[in-house]
């Protein structure tokens, strides 16, 4: 009964990571400009990956496997952000400017 | 699961391939790059369980390890050649 | 499952595909950096090629699993032949940039065209 | 199943190749590269290829990108649009295409389990590393041991391309060349610093770990080497090429590539002293499986300094070279 | 001690890779500048005793088998080394170690003293890459040794003070690499259709594959890819660049022996492991080489001709030499082979002995076209004189090495049937030719005026002496050419002979 309490869970956090997975994809390829698809493609992931890897431990269960999935989770959670706050910030330095409004005029 | 799983990861990938193919900007290829890398990552280690080997998820730890390194030598690129990669960006 | 064996064969025309477009930058591009981008394609596909041919259906990774009884292994010979191919492209690629980089220092460019006018 | 991811990872993988070719950007090429490289990866990963999948990860993803950058920022970034000598190239493509899809229809197809390969040496390896060697894994066996010439002459090309690199690159650079060290650009920003930094330990644990683990998971002294090397690389990203240099010395880099390429030799002399035949490990110990698994241990070991050492030398050849102005 | 007993011979075709390959990082440690070259010199003298050794050895009829590792083949590595194997040994630790005796000065003069440990750290590997690939009985380990060689080759041409060498070496190094991987291709699909590496046991099971165009294909690969590395004509592209720019002492090793392992890696593959169990294998091999072969000796002999540059010319010279051991080779009878081997060895003697008198030269001489060096006969007799030895052995004229071979070649060529009298023609055109552009080389120097004003002394005596030995040896193995003979028409029996 606990084991598919247990899977049931897993499955619901899978799917759901999964769709995050597709909404950043498309996010990111369908927002107009840099900045709202850097966003739409960091936040996503974070919560993605937070979502698919509690679902895998949840499936791994105490061992091995399960620590080295959180690991992954964790160097996930750090590298991802620092990669997309470098990523912004190097724009921004470019000069590309965000824009204030959706579609708003140049600044 | 795991099978619909990947392919929802596949198909993002798919995606992010596209935004680095199109471009318009440096930027926007880099964060594709990075979104093909973490992609890569949650990939390999759905592969894993789903084939039923996760001893195997050393390799996904590995590149989650060394993706950073990849996007910041990118950045550090673009920071030492400003000019030239701000030229750069349409092809 | 007519179509299912002619995917079979989809692995060795992916190879056929990209070796063939890794040559043609080899030869048809006059960017000598172009050309080593070319050519560690044109190794990748032979990698793809070694590597497609050490699976067995239903096998697993060969790294052997205590008590699981009756495991099907695919081949770790290509995989052997391989991790040393890959070593050996990497170095490759590593002489070629050098040279390229003396070449842009030398002659100011690096396309294959202008550095034959230098001379 | 498998079939599926292939179709969709192989046919990634066509399209990242045709990018590649396509555009004229050099800077794009390069990162289209390290998304080839990771497409790569994968495929290696569905076909069963562990090992080589990793060395894929650490080498392509990571360090040959870094070194193509280096590369690329000595250099010019784009490339001139030349038509002539198209024809002749699509010529010669088309005929080699046209004769290796020839060539595959009278062979195996993808997995099939009586295909010739199957047969001869690969059972023999299963079969007989377990006593021979009692350790799992098979990649490493034949790595270290039954091909373990090979992987001595791999040891020495990369120490081939190490002394050229530095040969080539060892000529001054033209009069006028500069090289600024503060232009580099992540060195004043603290969240990569800071994480950075976190993360630059364990990658060299996770590097020793894929060391010593590589008798029993995928791994071993090529991958770890490469490991190592890209978490030193990281370094040398956020502190500046002379700070890494401070840290782990040119001279130091030289005799980690000098003695490993000596270890793995000097163990293979020591086995003929010792009356085998060069690289018969079994002579090191009065019992072969244990003898077998020192000499691995020892090679492995031997091959990861030699790596580390020649993939840093030749980050940090191309890293600290003056640029042309 | 222990080493003292012990007794090596075994050991020998390991030992013979192994010595230089282990002697490479050491002599990095050697910090004065005087002793890496005292060092570097110490191994290639003692690989090129290895391989006198086993030569000795293998001319009493023994054949040497060593398995690496002690796995039996076909598990492990195969060594192998018969008498084709020993000659082309010889070859190659006779060049490399002739060329590092007479080093010393041409590398002083052309390379900054802190590079030259490397130099000559990458000579070596060179050589033990050279080494290897002859040793080696493994497909797949031919190619880990091929790649040696050929960076180390790379290495050592771009060490120059001359620019051009580099766009030469990138050349050289892109057709390389595409002909080692078409051989990686090539070898790929022969273990896809018979799941071995080793070549012995390749031999025995590509009879048994029923689908044959793989291997068909797979033998295109292979034959393809060595005749890039081995400048066969029309692929001999990236040759004489890279030949004519390198450093001068380089060029002395490498026109002696590094194209020659290719078509020995070539030959092999076709005499062992094809020859028997593709249908007209040989015809095949005789229809696809020898048009390129006669093609290659006629145009490389007639760019040779009109050829301004000495070290340029000397490479199409070499173009053409290797149609001569190809021609030899396609002929699939013991006396061609026979003469192919021989012609290895001689052509090896003539053009290291030209080329380490052109190092000679270049010592005084820093513009090598012909015409600048009008009249350098008078301030340098001695180069002069052993530049003519070599010029007439690369000629083929009596009482020199290269008649020998070139004498065998037509005796083979005789033998050809309908074709003969075609084939014998060719030969002695481009003999013809030969001279004719020895014969300007000669002119340049005894005849000309001088074009230097200040007359410029002899080359440092330990270059001179060296080239001299060299030159001697040309007359030596001309008077008295049972020694490589022997070799070589062992090497023809035990390739025909595994094949019948």
């Known amino acids: ?107 | 699961m795991y099978t619909v799983l990947s392919l929802a990861i596949l198909v993002t990938m798919v995606l992010a391939l596209v935004r680095a193919l199109r471009g318009p900007t440096v930027y926007d290829r880099v964060l594709a790059v990075n979104m093909f890398g973490t992609k890569t990552v949650l990939l390999l280690a759905v592969i894993a369980f789903l084939f039923g080997r996760p001893d195997f998820l050393d390799l996904a730890l590995a590149y989650a390890l060394i993706n950073l390194v990849g996007v910041l030598a990118v950045l550090e690129f673009i920071q030492k050649k400003p000019r030239k990669a701000e030229a750069a960006d349409h092809d | 499952m007519n179509l299912l064996e002619l995917l079979g064969y989809f692995n060795y025309w992916v190879f056929a595909i990209v070796l063939s477009v890794g040559l043609y930058t080899v030869i048809a591009k006059v960017n000598l950096v172009k050309k080593l981008i070319g050519l560690s394609i044109f190794q990748s596909a032979v990698f793809l090629m070694y590597i497609t041919m050490d699976k067995v259906e239903g096998g697993t990774a060969p790294i052997i699993q205590k008590g699981v009884e009756n495991q099907v292994f695919s081949n770790p010979l290509p995989q052997v032949l391989i991790l040393t191919a890959i070593v050996v492209g990497v170095s490759t690629l590593a002489l070629g940039l050098a040279i390229v980089v003396r070449i842009y220092e030398a002659y100011g460019t690096i396309e294959e065209d202008e550095i034959l006018d230098a001379d | 199943m498998i079939i599926i991811f292939a179709l969709f990872l192989l046919s990634l993988l066509v399209i990242t190749a045709l990018a590649i070719v396509r555009t004229e950007n050099l800077f794009v090429a390069v990162m289209l590269t390290s998304i080839f490289s990771l497409l790569m990866a994968a495929n290696f990963f569905i076909l069963d290829a562990a090992d080589v999948a990793l060395t894929e990860a650490a080498v392509g993803a990571g360090i040959t990108t870094v070194i193509f950058l280096s590369a690329l920022a000595l250099t010019a970034q784009r490339e001139k649009v030349v038509t002539a000598g198209r024809r002749p190239a699509l010529v010669v493509v088309a005929v080699l295409a046209t004769l290796i899809i020839y060539a595959t229809f009278d062979k195996p197809r993808l997995g099939d389990p009586d295909a010739p390969v199957h047969q001869h040496l690969a059972p023999w390896y299963l079969e007989n590393t377990p006593e021979l060697m009692d350790f799992p894994n098979v990649v490493t066996a034949v790595l270290g041991s039954f091909r373990g010439y090979d992987t001595l002459g791999e040891v020495f090309v990369v120490f081939a391309a190490c002394i050229g690199v530095l040969f080539i690159l060892g000529v001054k650079p033209p009069a006028g060349s500069r090289y600024n060290p503060d232009s580099s650009g992540l060195r004043h920003h603290l969240i990569p610093q800071v994480v950075g930094r976190l993360l630059i330990p364990f990658i060299v644990l996770f590097g020793l770990y894929v060391q010593f683990h590589g008798e029993y998971g995928p791994g071993g002294g090529f991958q770890a080497g490469a490991l190592i090397a890209s978490g030193v690389i990281l370094y040398a990203l956020l502190e500046g090429e002379a700070a890494a240099l401070r840290a782990v010395p040119q001279s130091v880099l030289m005799g980690l590539v000098v003695g490993g390429a000596c270890l793995y030799g000097g163990v293979g002399l020591l086995c003929i002293l010792l009356g085998g035949n060069f690289l018969e490990y079994s002579v090191l110990l009065s019992d072969p499986v244990s003898g077998q698994q020192l000499g691995i241990l020892l090679i492995e070991a031997g091959v990861g300094m030699a790596v580390c050492g020649a993939l840093l030398s030749i980050f940090h050849a191309f890293a600290a070279r003056p640029m042309r102005s | 001690m222990q080493i003292d007993v012990m007794d090596l011979t075994p050991h020998l075709p390991a030992l013979q890779v192994i010595v230089p390959m282990l002697c490479a990082p050491l002599i990095l440690l050697l910090k004065p500048r005087g002793l890496a070259w005292a060092g570097a010199t110490a191994a290639a003298l003692l690989s090129f005793a290895i391989a006198l050794n086993m030569a000795l050895a293998v001319n009493t009829g023994a054949y040497f088998n060593y398995d690496m590792g002690g796995w039996e083949a076909p598990y492990g590595i195969e060594l192998s080394v018969g008498a084709f194997g020993a000659l082309v040994l010889l070859i190659v630790t006779g060049a490399g170690a002739a060329a590092m005796l007479a080093a010393r000065p041409s590398v002083d003069s052309q390379i900054e003293a802190e590079r030259q440990p490397l130099f000559y750290s990458a000579w070596l590997l060179a050589l033990a890459g050279l080494a290897g690939i002859v040793v080696s009985a493994d497909a797949f380990n031919i190619f880990v040794f091929m790649e040696i060689s050929s960076l180390a080759s790379y290495v050592l041409i771009a060490g120059g003070p001359d620019r051009r060498a580099l766009p030469a070496v990138f050349k050289y190094l892109i057709m390389g690499t595409i002909g080692a991987t078409f051989y990686l291709i090539g070898i790929g699909l022969v273990y896809m259709m018979t799941g071995t590496l080793n070549l012995a046991d390749m031999e025995a099971r590509i009879g048994d594959v029923t689908d044959i165009n793989p291997i068909l294909v797979a033998a295109g690969f292979i034959t393809i890819g060595l005749a890039l590395k081995a400048a066969v004509f029309p692929l001999h592209v990236w040759l004489p660049n890279a030949y004519t720019h390198s450093p001068h002492i380089v060029t002395v090793f490498l026109a002696a022996c590094a194209t020659k392992v290719a078509i020995y890696v070539l030959v092999r593959f076709d005499f062992f492991v094809f020859q028997d169990n593709l249908e007209n294998h040989d015809l095949q091999f005789s229809l696809f080489l020898m048009p390129l072969a006669l093609l290659g000796i006629l145009m490389a002999s007639a760019v040779a001709m009109f050829e301004g540059h000495i070290k340029r010319l000397l490479a199409m010279s070499s173009v053409a030499q290797i149609g001569y051991i190809i021609l030899g080779a396609s002929f699939v009878s013991e006396a061609g082979l026979t003469a192919s081997a021989a012609h290895m060895f001689n052509h090896a003697l003539a053009k290291g002995g030209l080329f380490l008198a052109i190092a000679g030269l270049a010592c005084h001489y820093r513009d090598l076209r012909l015409e600048q060096l009008g009249g350098a006969a008078r301030s340098m007799p001695w180069t002069a004189a052993a530049m003519v030895i070599c010029g007439f052995s690369l000629v083929g004229i009596p009482g020199t090495a290269g008649f020998i071979s070139k004498w065998l070649l037509i005796d083979a060529a005789m033998d050809e049937g309908r074709f003969a009298w075609l084939l014998v023609a060719i030969i002695i055109a481009s003999s013809l030719m030969a001279l004719a552009y020895v014969w300007r080389i000669i002119e340049t120097l005894y005849f000309k005026p001088p074009v230097v004003a200040e007359a410029p002394a002899e080359a440092p005596l330990q270059l001179l002496l060296v080239t001299w030995l060299v030159a001697l040896a040309n007359i030596g193995f001309g008077l008295f050419p049972q020694f490589p003979l022997a070799l070589s028409s062992a090497a023809a029996q035990l390739l025909l002979g595994r094949a019948s």
């Open chain 1, 1 to 107: 009964m606990i084991e598919s309490a247990v899977d049931v869970m897993s499955w619901i956090l899978l799917f759901t990571g999964g769709a995050f997975v597709l909404i950043g994809g498309i996010g990111a390829l369908r927002l107009p400009n840099f900045y709202t698809r850097l966003h739409a493609a960091s936040l996503t992931e974070t919560m993605a990956t937070i979502l698919i890897f509690a679902g895998m431990i949840l499936q791994a269960g105490l061992s091995l496997a399960a620590l080295k999935l959180l690991a992954i989770m964790v160097f996930l959670l750090l590298t991802a952000p620092t990669a997309s706050y470098a990523l912004a910030n190097a724009a921004l330095q470019s000069g590309m400017r965000p824009e204030a409004e959706s579609g708003g005029e140049d600044t």
